[in-house]
């Protein structure tokens, strides 16, 4: 579960597999030599798990024999065939499921078998690359809202499992790829009914392995939401692309934002679900988007820093390069042409050289369990979730932290520190999570309000300041931390004074930025300006030094270990033995930091990092640390 295993296991490191010869087409182009070429070029690189696909359209080729739309004909035998063969007749007469695929699909299961590779299986393979591939039978059907639609499925879930359970190799069952793709016209309930109904198919067939989500771009509310697939599914998957993430290709691939998406998203998803998170699918969209010569550092960045926030496997979109493909989505879209680890004649790219460079480390250091956590955001129903959270996580890794989320409808996690960021709208949070945070603040605990013009009860008790008027006016707030000059920009202005508040931050203007409550035996600090929105939105919001607030916030917490730096992310996991593992990833230009170590504790190993005194000297932009108590 997640945030309670203290084991380390093995690291899945890998890609999502289609055939180098026909990609999504390869079971009706199914080339045995080929496919073992493939598996033994990849397993060679260091590749331990691939996630594979049954095409829907082959796997279940299932089709009406249509006739007039007559009630006499709706009463009509043998309607829905395989090819001229009514199901009676073949091998699956419930599901239509293609005998002839299935055997090539174990042998594809053998192949990966006989070179050590683990697979990831996922069944509504519908959705792929951007073009659907479905039954002829189920066409023009609500794939996710319309009982006939669902019992096929089921159907084709049920009789697939059956034939193939009894490979050892499988490792995870999967919903399919990216359901939430097959039909947008579906509301919240429908969603949690199909997925309960396919994950109750799959696990009536096979209660072993676990189930995982197989989707992207899921948020808290509305269709597909994380507490949803949370109840029914034991993994949440993310396939974070810049691209195709708000707020994530503001910078090119290299810079820190992209570096940390897929961490950020990853530690959201599985905070938020409190289940383990797999990064599932992750490439760079090709040499349009950032050139193969530059893509073995965006990879290696983005796995090490998805590895320190506790996902348990890393897969790359996708196995082979795409190109030569005269069918769609290939021929008329750029970017799924050339996202390979290898090109299609298994020459490999610079991508899975660096995988193969790493994959020694991955196999010591293993998957890590999730690191401990300096601070709980509370994300309201009334934010941009993402936005915050994407913003707090950053701010997060310059203050050398790592924050933990929990939305508004859950019960509130417990810590000793709260983030409760850019508060909006007439009803910013319920009165049930003010009245939690409040009584944890006066029990000891530190709360930290960031404000986008939100309005919360009991204000001027929690934060000891008095409202005197607000303002709809645009405007940027600046301000200093020592020497140095700070700027925000505002969407309106909160106008404060200090009833018993402290202020810490004036603005430029003389008004109020940053104030500390006591309050029982805890503090409240009120930030006046939207800083995780803001952050999130900035273009290279590393250099705006706005982490410095969440410094001020965390001030008082100390670590085991600390690094002086706000380009180096640092991560603290507790292990099962007693020790801490602390993972650095530097981005840094130098490579010597000042570190700490809390007194107590020593290093009792280093990967890739030597140490001397108080100064790190990095020999990788990763290191791998185990620290314990004397």
């Known amino acids: 579960m997640y945030g309670v295993d203290m084991k380390k296991t093995d690291f899945l490191i890998g890609c999502n597999y289609w055939a180098s010869n026909a990609g999504a087409l390869m079971w009706r182009h199914f080339d045995p030599q080929i496919v073992e070429k493939d598996i033994e070029a990849l397993s060679g690189y260091g590749v331990n798990c691939i996630r594979i696909f049954p095409n829907w359209e082959d796997f279940q080729p299932i089709k009406k024999a249509h ?44 192949t990966a078998k006989k070179y050590n590779v683990k697979v990831i299986v996922a069944f509504i393979t519908g959705w792929m690359s951007g073009r659907l591939f479905l039954p002829e039978a189920l066409n023009g059907m609500n794939l996710i809202a319309d009982p006939e639609a669902i019992l096929w499925e089921r159907a084709f879930i049920k009789d697939m499992i059956s034939e193939i359970k009894h490979y050892d190799n499988i490792i995870a069952w999967e919903l399919g790829n990216e359901c939430n ?134 897969l790359w979109w996708c196995a082979f390069e795409q190109n030569g493909l005269n069918f769609a989505p290939y021929d008329t879209v750029t970017m799924e042409q050339n996202l390979g680890l290898m090109y299609r004649n298994h020459q490999p790219k610079p991508v899975i050289k660096k995988l193969k460079e790493v994959s020694s480390d991955l196999k010591e250091i293993g998957a890590l369990p999730t690191p401990q956590a300096d601070a709980v955001v509370v ?47 007439s009803s910013a949070l319920a009165a049930f999570i003010i ?134 992310m640092v991560t603290t996991h507790e292990l099962e033995d007693g020790k801490l593992a602390v993972m650095l990833n530097n981005y840094d230009k130098n490579a010597c930091l000042k570190f700490r170590l809390k007194a107590g504790y020593e290093i009792v190993k280093a990967l890739h990092v030597e140490t001397e005194g108080d100064e790190l000297t990095f020999k990788k932009k990763y290191a791998y640390l185990e620290i314990e108590k004397r």
């Open 67 to 110: 006739k007039p739309n007559t009630e006499y004909n709706k009463l009509s035998p043998f309607l829905i065939r395989t090819e001229e063969r009514p199901l009676l007749y073949e091998k699956f007469p419930e599901s239509g499921l293609s005998e002839r695929q299935v055997e090539n699909f174990k042998f594809l299961l053998e």
């Open 181 to 314: 793709c097959l039909d947008y016209q579906v509301s919240e309930k429908e969603t949690e009914l199909w997925i309960s109904s396919i994950e109750s198919a799959i696990r009536l067939a096979d209660n072993t392995r676990p189930v995982y989500s197989g989707m992207h771009g899921a948020r808290v509310q509305g269709a597909w939401n994380l507490l949803i697939q949370s109840k029914y599914l034991d993994v949440m998957t993310t396939h974070p692309y810049p691209a195709f993430t708000s707020y994530c290709g503001i910078e090119h691939l290299r810079e820190m934002r992209a570096s940390l998406h897929s961490a950020a998203e990853t530690a959201y998803y599985a905070a938020i679900a409190r289940k383990p998170c797999l990064v599932e699918e992750i490439g760079t969209l090709g040499p349009v988007y950032l050139n193969d010569e530059y893509a073995d550092e965006y990879f290696e960045r983005a796995l090490f820093t998805s590895l320190a926030v506790g996902t348990p496997g890393f």
């Open 379 to 425: 994300l309201a129903h009334a934010s941009d979730q993402w936005k915050a959270a994407y913003g707090a996580f950053m701010l997060g890794v310059q203050s050398g932290r790592f924050v933990d989320y929990c939305y508004e409808e859950q019960l509130l996690k417990s810590s000793d520190y709260y983030i409760l960021p850019c508060i909006r709208g």
């Open 435 to 568: 009245d939690a945070l409040k009584e944890r603040v006066l029990n000891g605990a530190k709360l930290l309000i960031t404000n986008a013009g939100g309005f919360i009860g009991g204000f001027e008790e929690l934060t000891g300041l008095k409202v005197y008027g607000r303002e709809g006016v645009s405007c940027k707030k600046s301000f200093k931390i020592g020497k140095r000059g700070y700027e925000i920009a505002c969407g309106g202005k909160l106008l404060i004074t200090a009833s018993k508040a402290k202020v810490l931050i004036k603005d430029d203007n003389g008004e109020i930025l940053l104030s500390e409550n006591k309050l029982g035996k805890g503090k409240v600090l009120f930030f006046n300006a939207p800083l995780e929105d803001f952050y999130t939105e900035s273009y290279k919001p590393e250099d705006s030094g706005l982490h410095e607030i969440y410094k001020l916030f965390f001030a008082e917490k100390e670590k085991e270990f600390a690094v002086e730096s706000d380009r180096c």
